[in-house]
């Protein structure tokens, strides 16, 4: 079975907008999602890159009209400037890893927590909108928490990171079929060429 590694950052508009897809991508091809969340300001810093708040006025301008045109385009309901962006992703990087260690739809979580953040406008570090988006994928999240400490899943987080880095990811979302990137939303058009190949 083909695996895409799946980088992405529970922040992102544009790891929310593709994650649908990429589930019903990946199922139509016989292939698995391996969902891995990095830190973007670690991958940013290492990488050249700059968060949102240090780039220039141009760039952001124009990261505004792509969110506006990609919400009509993929018909999600997106909201552009949502009250808790960015939020500490911390907690849901931790439900999203301890979903994974147990077989869980951790994929599925992880684009619940980004609807409850682009769509619902609502805060995704508060434990109980994260129990109701772990609900909606059939996951526990008290459970969750009790699986894996809070250490742990920094641990983890900061190695998946340095993996990621290493591995040539500089941006989220990013996905990678047999060392193959694929870096953007915008690029599954091509990862559905190779999951075809």
């Given at each position: 079975m083909t695996v895409i590694d799946y980088y992405f950052s529970l922040n992102s508009p544009w790891s929310y907008m593709g994650s649908a897809r990429l589930t019903a991508m990946a199922a139509a091809n016989g292939a698995a999602v391996n969902p891995v969340p990095v830190n973007l300001g670690t991958v940013f810093s290492e990488t050249g890159g700059l968060p949102l708040p240090k780039r220039s006025p141009e760039r952001q301008a124009y990261r505004m009209m792509e969110l506006k045109r990609w919400r009509a385009f993929n018909d999600i309901p997106l909201?552009?400037?949502?009250?808790?962006?960015?939020?500490?992703?911390?907690?849901?990087?931790?439900?999203?890893?301890?979903?994974?260690?147990?077989?869980?739809?951790?994929?599925?979580?992880?684009?619940?927590?980004?609807?409850?953040?682009?769509?619902?406008?609502?805060?995704?570090?508060?434990?109980?909108?994260?129990?109701?988006?772990?609900?909606?994928?059939?996951?526990?999240?008290n459970a969750l928490r009790g699986a894996l400490s809070a250490d742990?899943?920094?641990?983890?987080?900061?190695?998946?990171?340095?993996?990621?880095?290493?591995?040539?990811?500089?941006?989220?979302?990013?996905?990678v079929i047999d060392g193959e990137i694929f870096w953007g939303q915008d690029r599954l058009d091509f990862v559905e060429r190779k999951l075809g190949s």
């Open positions: 909201v552009l400037e949502p009250k808790h962006f960015p939020h500490d992703e911390s907690e849901g990087v931790r439900l999203v890893f301890a979903a994974k260690n147990a077989g869980g739809d951790a994929h599925g979580l992880a684009t619940e927590l980004g609807r409850v953040l682009w769509e619902e406008d609502r805060d995704p570090a508060d434990p109980e909108v994260q129990n109701e988006a772990a609900r909606r994928v059939g996951l526990d999240a742990d899943a920094n641990a983890m987080w900061t190695q998946e990171t340095e993996d990621a880095i290493a591995k040539g990811v500089f941006a989220a979302p990013t996905y």
